[in-house]
Every structure is written in structure tokens, then in C-alpha cells.
């Protein structure tokens, strides 16, 4: 089968399928998608709330809980506890199938009646202490984490993977402690503001740094101690210029991040962080082969299009996953074998368009069920009677247009603006409403009832009393508190106390960690420096006085400011 060329039906853009693609859709016995990549993402992640949460009250026990849809919404909510317990049963909300009309309406009016898992965690289950937590397990003592398990003391974070005491973080998927503003950093401990980078101890602003300690404001180190911008220093020297930064301070970090954001603009960078990994595109990509435009994942293979995942086989367009295989088009079917069109479906089995069915099989159009088998719409059906009805119920999808793809935006309980498609897609409320997605305007918000204006410069001037204070986001003026936990860390590590919101702080992490999207560009090396002029190589390059030939696909655009070098040229100047 060759490479087809073809038009997207949403944005009109091109895209291309390739025959190892082909083969997959035949593979799942699907059509090949009529969404371009991006499209196809952005559709997923309408369906997907990370972080937006609202108090609500259990429809079951009546507890209060804390819920990632608001009020408003349809589906009664159930806390943890009551929604993953016996005492109730989602076959009870059953309806008959009519296959001569739209599946999808028929699907959201079930969807509008099942009780919903209010917050997807285990708190009270298998976590401890860790209720503003979502899309989380195993966890203890943690606060608005999202997308982690088997964590420890982490606050402010998203997608850790054993790590401890770590805040405002992102991307630590082989362990951390002590880490603070770091991304996609591995085995490392008390370090802040550091970045792609491995095997660091008592770091503060770095880059790519690998088995160093006590180094500050550097790019590129290997196996060093007391360095401060590449330069190697006495210890008594190092530690004279880190105390003259007071990074305890609010003043000495701004300083120091500012002067950190310019210097690492005149080094080279990497055009992607893939490590341990064959025949691979993507970013924050390891111990992986064959995985294409594959962002935060480890151990992938014969995959393609997929973000956040661990341990994955033979799937495609997935929004978070772990330990599955032949899934598509998804979003979390985690341990999970053909499951088709889905989110939040577990251990499951030849499921499809269905949502948060857990330990299932053969299941079509479900909502809720958990240990079920030969299910339509959460009707049950003998074996026969299922084989024969998917059939010709997907045969009168196709005909309709409706098969093949994942469920339209239209139908997620999600405002566009609730749902992490804010974050990588960012749409205006006019933009939104025209392409006919819904927008919240009630989010929970306080503004102006911030008590305390001036906080203390040092954290080592902070007192207890800022517990009981409230404080005001220099960007976006949004109210907000620190938690003793976080006031424990802050002083712990000499961190000064933070002057904006989570939720910027959030989209700042974002911002550093790069779009999920790949522009094809060729290496910056020109011979003796890079194209810019800003950096000067210090070894030849295997091309030597010319422009380096290598082209490689990135998540860095064409219009950013960094350096971007290719593998070779980037390794021989860093090793």
C-alpha cells in the first residue's frame, strides 16, 4: 500500500498516512481517519479535564466532594468510594439500541444519566491523603497533581512517576526528590529550575546537565561540581557566588531566571530529548522503538501518535495509557487490548465508544460498567445476540459517517475552556462558540480578597501567619493560599514563596516544555558556529567547515529563538 495525501475535514489542511499505518487500521479492522493529527488530538483532549474542579455532593452517600464537573452538568456524580463500590450498578441505566438511528445521541443520553466518577483517583482506595489530585494512583499526601502515580509529598505537578517532594514540576518519569520547577528530569535530588537533565544533586538552573552536583547556571555538564555558567570554580568560590544570588530570595531567583532564560539562548540544544530509543520522533521519548510523534513516554513500541504513556504496543492516538495494546483513538485505557474509541476504560477488552468501563469485554456504547461482558448501551445481551447486533449496528454507523473515530467534541460534558485542549490548542471565547464548542464562564474565581500585598522577599522572613492569609496572582490577579505542606517545602529547600497562581504557573511549565507538535527543520551547525552566530562550536563537526546536511523533525519552530542542533552536532559538543 503506497503513502496517500489527504485533506483534513475539520481545518482543511494536508496530512499524510503511511502504509504502516494503513496497516493498523486493518490490523482493528477501522477506516483510515478523516481528522489530521492535530485535529485528531485536540478532538481528545475536549474530552478531558485535568485540573478545573468544583465542589459537589456525592449523589450517593451525599458527602461533599470535589469534582471535575461543575454543577451544571447532567450525570449525577459519585464520590470515589461510592462509585467504585457494590452499591450500585450501572446495567441499571440500560437502554435498547435502535440502529436505524444516530448512535451518538443515543450514547450521550446515556451518558447524561450514569453516575459519574466525580475525580478520576483512588483516594481512600489505594492513595492517602490525596483528594485534589486527577487522572492519579498510589499516591500519599499529594496536592493538585495530575496524571502521576506512585508519588509522595508532591504538590503542583504533572506526569511524576515515583518521585518525592516535588513541586511545580513536570515530566519526572524515572524518579526525583526534592525538585523544584524542574522538567524532564531523571534520578535527581534537591535541584531547582533544572531541565532535561539526569543525575543531578544540589543544582539550581540548569540545562542538560548529567551526574553533576553544586553546580549552578550551566548548560551542557558532565560529571562536573562547582561550576557556575560552564566555568569551573574552588568550592569556596561557587559557594561565595551562589550566596551572593540569594536564591532564598524572591529578588535573587527573578535575577537568576532571568539571566538563566539569556544565557541558555547562545548554547546549542538538542532537537529532540529521545534517549535509548530506535527508529523514534518525538520529544520527552525513552526506552522506545518504532514510536512516532510519541511526547512523554517510555518503553513504546510499533506506536504512533500518542502523549504520556508508559509500556505501549501497537496503538495509535491515545491521550494517556499504560500497559495496553492495539488501542486506539483513546483516552487512558490503561492494561487494556483492542479497545477502540474510549476514555477512561481499564483492563479492558474488545471495547468500544464507551466511557469508564472497567475490567470488561465485548462491550459497545457503554457507560460505568465494571466487570461486564456483551454489553450495548449497558444493556445486556447474550453472546449471539451481541455478534449479531455489533455488526450491523457498525455497518449503519459507517453508512451515517459516525464509525471509525473518536466521539465528536459536541458531545463531551467539557467546555472547550475546562478541557486541556485550552492548553495546547488556546482559543479566545469567540473562536471557541464559532467552531461550536461550548465555553464556561463560571469558573470558581476569587479576585480582590487578597490580605496580604507585601510578602517577605526571603523565605527566611516568612512567618506562619502567611498560612492565614490570602494572596493575589501578580499575572492574572486570581486569589490564591500556600498549604503548610508547601510552606514545609518552600523553607526545606530555601525557596522563596511564589508570586503567581497555580494555574500560571501551570501554563508557564507548559510553555517550557514545548508544544506536542513536530516541524521539520535541518540542524543550526554551519561549520564553526552556529547559523544565529551565537554560539561557537568548540570541535569539528563531522561536516566540517560546511552547514551541517541533517534534517530531523522538532517540537521547536522554525521562529523560536534556540539554537537547535541535529544528534551529532549537538553530541560532539557537549560530550
Known sequence: MNTETRTC???????????????????????????????????????????????????LCENRVLSIYSPDKPAPVYCPKCWWGDKWDAK?????????????????????????????????????????????????????????????????????????????????????EHLYHAINVEGSFHSRYVFNSVGLMNCAYCYDCRNSSNCFMSIGLRNKQYCFKNEQYRKEEYE????????????????????????????????????????CTGNYLMNSKNAKHCYITVRVENSKYFERGDTIRDSYDCLSGGEQELCYDSINPDNSYMTLFTSYCHKDNDVRYSDSCQSSEHCFGCVGLKSAKYCILNKQYSKEEYEKTVPLLVKKMKERGEYGEFFPSTLSPFCYNESVAQDEFPKEKSGAVGEGFSWQDNFTKTEGKETLTDIPDSIDQVTDDILQNVLSCIACKRNYRITEQELRFYRQNRIPVPRACFFCRLTELYKERGPVHLWIRRCQCTGEKSSNEAYKNTIGHFHGDKPCPNEFETSYAPDRPEIVYCEQCYQAEVV
Open 240 to 279: 561565595k557566588i551562589l550566596e551572593d544570588y540569594s536564591l532564598h530570595t524572591w529578588s535573587g531567583a527573578e535575577r537568576a531566571r532571568k539571566e538563566f532564560k539569556e544565557l541558555i539562548l547562545h548554547y546549542p540544544r538538542k532537537f529532540a530529548n529521545i534517549t535509548t530509543s530506535v527508529n
Open 9 to 59: 475535514k475539520n481545518c482543511n489542511q494536508k496530512f499524510i498516512i503511511e502504509p504502516d499505518d494503513f496497516s493498523f487500521y486493518k490490523k482493528i479492522d477501522v477506516p483510515p481517519p478523516t481528522f489530521c493529527p492535530d485535529c485528531r488530538q485536540r478532538r481528545r483532549m475536549t474530552w478531558r479535564n485535568d485540573y478545573h474542579f468544583y465542589p459537589r455532593e456525592c449523589a
Open 92 to 176: 441499571d441505566y440500560g437502554k435498547s439500541l435502535d440502529t436505524n438511528e444516530p448512535f451518538f445521541p443515543q450514547f450521550k443520553a446515556l451518558l447524561n444519566k450514569v453516575p459519574t466518577l466525580a475525580i478520576l483517583n483512588d483516594d481512600g482506595i489505594a492513595s492517602v491523603n490525596c483528594q485534589y489530585t486527577n487522572y492519579f494512583a498510589l499516591g500519599k499526601n499529594c496536592y493538585m497533581v495530575i496524571n502521576s502515580w506512585k508519588v509522595e509529598e508532591c504538590m503542583y505537578s504533572v506526569c511524576l512517576v515515583r518521585a518525592k517532594n516535588v513541586l511545580d514540576s513536570a515530566v519526572i518519569l524515572e524518579g526525583g
